[in-house]
C-alpha cells in the first residue's frame, strides 16, 4: 500500500503524540494513586491521633467528661469520615455519635461507599473500626472507637482533585494531537512542495523538455541537494543536446561542399558538358580526400572535444613529450626545408600525457601545414612557480585579424588555408582548446599576416600531484 508523504507523517505525529499521552496518562496515574493513597491513609491516621490526643487532655480521671467538647469534636470528626464512640476506663458509653445522629452516619458510610466504588468498581473496602486507649500515667481512664471506611476513602474533594488532573491530561492530550496533525501538515507541505516539483520537473526531462530551473528554496538540506542536482541534470541534458544539434549541422555543412562539388561534377560529366580527364579526377579525388580526413576527424572529435572530458592524469616530462613529437614530423620538415626546435629544460607535469601530446601534434603539424619552405618553428617551455609555458611561434603564413577570433571555433578554417591542399577540417584547434580547459589552462594565440604566429599554452603547477 502506497502512502503519500503528508500521510506518513502526520500519522506518525499524531502515533508519537497519542503514545506520549498514553505513557504519561497511566505513568501519572498510577504514581498518583500510589502516593495519594499513602497521603490518604497518613491523613486519617493524623486525624484519629489528633481527635484522640484532645479527648485524651481534656479526659477526667474523676468521670468527669466535657461531653459538649466531645461532642464538637465528635462532630467535626464525622464531617471528616469518622465515627467516634468514648468510653470510660469500664467501657461504659460516654457519647456515640451513632446513637447522636444514626441516620448521618449511615449516609456518610454510603456516600464513602459509592466514592471509592465510582473509582475502584471492584474495591473491597467496608467500615472498619480502631480502639485507642486513653491513659493517665499508664492508668487505663477510657478508650475512643474511631469507625470508618477502611482501609481508605476518597472524600468528594479528593475524588474532584484526581478527576481534575484526568480531565487536564485528557486536554492536553487532545491540544497535543491537534498541535501534532497542524505542525505534521506544515512539515509535510514543506517537504513534499519542493518533492513534487522536483517530480516534476523529472517527468518534464524524461519528455525532453528541460523548462524552467526549479528555483523552489528548501530549509532542508538534502531536498536543497536535490534540486540542485536536477536543475543541473536539466542543464547539462540540455547543453548536451544543443551541442549535439550544432555538431550536426556543423557536420552536415562540412558534408556537402565537398558532396555538391563531386555531385556538381560528375553531372558535367554525365550530361558531356566536361571531359572525365586527369584534372577532374584529381579534382574528385580531392574532395573524396577531404570527406576522408573529415571522418577520420570526427573520431577524434567525439574522444577529445566531450563535454565532460575524463583526465587521465600522470606525471610525465613535458619537454621530452615534446622533442618525441618532433622526432615524428622531422622528416616531413627536412622534405620542406623547414626548421624545428625546442628550448626549455626538463619540466615534470601531471596531466593527461595522451592529451596533451594531441595538443603538441595538432599545434606542430599546423605549424607544418601554414608555413612556407624555408620557415622557423621554435617552441620554448618556461615554467614559474605556479604555471607552465609553452610557447610555439612560427614565421608562417599567419592568420588575418578577422579569422584571429574564429580560429578556436569548431570547423573554423581561415579563409586563406581554405584553399589549401593540406587545410584540415578545422577541428585540431577546438580539440586543443578543449583539452587545455580540461587541464584548467589556457591557450592563446598571436599572430601577423605573413610574418608568423605564436600560440601560447598556459598550464596551472597547481594540480601537480604530491
Ligand atoms: P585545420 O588545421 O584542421 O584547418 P585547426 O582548427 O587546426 O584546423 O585550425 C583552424 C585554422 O586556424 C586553420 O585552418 C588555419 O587557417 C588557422 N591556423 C591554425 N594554425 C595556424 C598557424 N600556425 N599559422 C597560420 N594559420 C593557422
Known amino acids: 500500500m502506497l502512502f503519500s508523504l503528508k500521510t506518513k507523517l502526520s500519522l506518525s505525529y499524531v502515533l508519537i503524540i497519542l503514545f506520549c499521552v498514553a505513557i504519561v496518562s497511566i505513568?501519572?496515574?498510577?504514581?498518583?494513586?500510589?502516593?495519594?493513597?499513602?497521603?490518604?491513609?497518613?491523613?486519617?491516621?493524623?486525624?484519629?491521633?489528633?481527635?484522640?490526643?484532645?479527648?485524651?487532655?481534656?479526659?477526667?480521671?474523676?468521670?468527669?467528661?466535657?461531653?459538649?467538647?466531645?461532642?464538637e469534636l465528635a462532630l467535626n470528626?464525622?464531617?471528616?469520615?469518622?465515627?467516634?464512640?468514648?468510653?470510660?476506663?469500664?467501657?461504659?458509653?460516654?457519647?456515640?455519635?451513632?446513637?447522636?445522629?444514626?441516620?448521618?452516619?449511615?449516609?456518610?458510610l454510603l456516600s464513602m461507599s459509592q466514592n471509592m466504588k465510582s473509582r475502584f468498581s471492584e474495591t473491597e473496602g467496608g467500615y472498619e473500626e480502631k480502639i485507642f486507649n486513653m491513659t493517665d500515667k499508664s492508668k487505663k481512664i477510657g478508650s475512643i472507637i474511631v469507625g470508618y471506611y477502611g482501609p481508605f476513602y476518597y472524600t468528594d474533594s479528593d475524588l474532584n482533585f484526581i478527576n481534575t488532573i484526568n480531565k487536564m491530561l485528557i486536554w492536553a492530550g487532545a491540544t497535543?494531537?491537534?498541535?501534532?496533525?497542524?505542525?505534521?501538515?506544515?512539515?509535510?507541505?514543506?517537504?513534499?512542495?519542493?518533492?513534487?516539483?522536483?517530480?516534476?520537473?523529472?517527468?518534464?526531462?524524461?519528455?525532453?523538455?528541460?523548462?524552467?530551473?526549479i528555483y523552489e528554496k528548501s530549509n532542508t538540506k538534502e531536498i536543497g541537494m536535490l534540486i540542485e542536482t536536477i536543475n543541473h541534470l536539466g542543464e547539462t541534458l540540455k547543453k548536451q543536446e544543443a551541442l549535439g544539434k550544432q555538431l550536426t549541422s556543423d557536420i552536415s555543412h562540412e558534408l556537402r561542399t565537398p558532396l555538391t562539388t563531386i555531385q556538381g561534377n560528375l553531372e558535367a560529366v554525365l550530361d558531356g558538358v566536361?571531359?572525365?580527364?586527369?584534372?577532374?579526377?584529381?579534382?574528385?579525388?580531392?574532395?573524396?580526400?577531404?570527406?576522408?580526413?573529415l571522418v577520420a576527424n570526427l573520431g577524434k572529435l567525439t574522444k577529445f572535444e566531450s563535454e565532460n572530458l575524463k583526465l587521465n592524469r600522470t606525471e610525465f616530462d613535458i619537454s621530452k613529450l615534446i622533442q618525441d613529437t618532433?622526432?615524428?614530423?622531422?622528416?616531413?620538415?627536412?622534405?620542406?626545408?623547414?626548421?624545428?626546435?625546442?628550448?626549455?629544460?626538463?619540466?615534470?607535469?601531471?596531466?593527461?600525457?595522451?592529451?596533451?601530446?594531441?595538443?603538441i601534434v595538432n599545434i606542430i603539424s599546423n605549424s607544418l601545414k601554414f608555413t612556407n619552405h624555408g620557415a622557423e618553428v621554435l617552441i620554448t617551455v618556461v615554467s614559474d612557480r605556479k604555471s607552465l609555458m609553452i610557447s610555439f611561434k612560427d614565421s608562417g603564413i599567419g592568420i588575418s585579424e578577422e579569422d584571429l577570433p574564429n580560429i578556436f571555433e569548431r570547423f573554423y578554417r581561415a579563409e586563406k588555408s581554405r584553399n589549401r591542399l593540406m587545410g584540415g577540417a578545422g577541428i585540431g584547434l577546438s580539440i586543443v582548446k578543449s583539452i587545455v580547459i580540461a587541464h584548467n589552462g589556457t591557450v592563446s594565440v598571436n599572430s601577423i599576416i605573413n610574418k608568423g604566429s605564436e600560440f601560447i599554452i598556459t598550464l596551472p603547477k597547481t594540480d601537480k600531484k604530491y
Not at 451513632?98 to 452516619?105: F, M, R, S, T, W
Not at 522536483?198 to 524524461?206: E, F, G, L, P, Y
Not at 574528385?284 to 580526400?289: A, G, M, P, R, T
Not at 622528416?331 to 623547414?338: A, D, L, R, S
Request: glycine share 4%; with cysteine.
Open 274 to 293: 566536361w571531359e572525365l580527364d586527369k584534372n577532374r579526377i584529381e579534382v574528385l579525388h580531392e574532395e573524396i580526400l577531404r570527406i576522408n580526413r
Open 176 to 213: 497535543s494531537l491537534l498541535l501534532a496533525l497542524f505542525i505534521g501538515a506544515i512539515m509535510s507541505k514543506q517537504i513534499s512542495k519542493p518533492i513534487a516539483r522536483v517530480i516534476d520537473k523529472a517527468h518534464m526531462i524524461s519528455e525532453g523538455s528541460y523548462g524552467e530551473r
Open 27 to 71: 505513568s501519572s496515574n498510577i504514581m498518583l494513586e500510589r502516593q495519594f493513597k499513602n497521603y490518604v491513609i497518613k491523613q486519617q491516621e493524623q486525624k484519629a491521633n489528633d481527635i484522640v490526643s484532645l479527648i485524651n487532655q481534656r479526659s477526667n480521671k474523676t468521670g468527669n467528661w466535657d461531653i459538649d467538647y466531645i461532642e
Open 77 to 108: 470528626a464525622l464531617e471528616n469520615g469518622m465515627i467516634i464512640s468514648v468510653l470510660d476506663a469500664d467501657d461504659n458509653l460516654i457519647w456515640d455519635a451513632a446513637i447522636h445522629n444514626d441516620g448521618l452516619c449511615q449516609d456518610m
Open 326 to 359: 618532433i622526432k615524428i614530423f622531422e622528416n616531413e620538415f627536412i622534405k620542406e626545408n623547414k626548421k624545428i626546435e625546442l628550448i626549455g629544460n626538463s619540466e615534470i607535469l601531471y596531466a593527461d600525457m595522451d592529451k596533451i601530446s594531441q595538443v
